[in-house]
């Protein structure tokens, strides 16, 4: 999942924290868009092996 939010140029791969258990993949972490944020979610569904995606990537759209 990380290798393949990696290439991917809509979403900044080294803000988003991802945890694999059993095909079941949380997704944590910051991005700057909600379409960012759906787009990781939208990769990870894309993944072989994924069966469930809970995404808790949050938006935060400045440096805060």
Known sequence: ???ALASDEQVP???VVVEVRD???QLG???????AKERAEEIAQGVE????????????????
């Open 49 to 64: 092996g994924v069966r469930k995606v809970d995404n808790r990537v949050d938006v935060r759209a400045g440096d805060r």
């Open 13 to 15: 791969a080294n803000d």
């Open 29 to 35: 972490g910051f991005v700057k868009t909600s379409a």
């Open 23 to 25: 095909g079941a993949v």
């Open 1 to 3: 999942v990380k290798a």
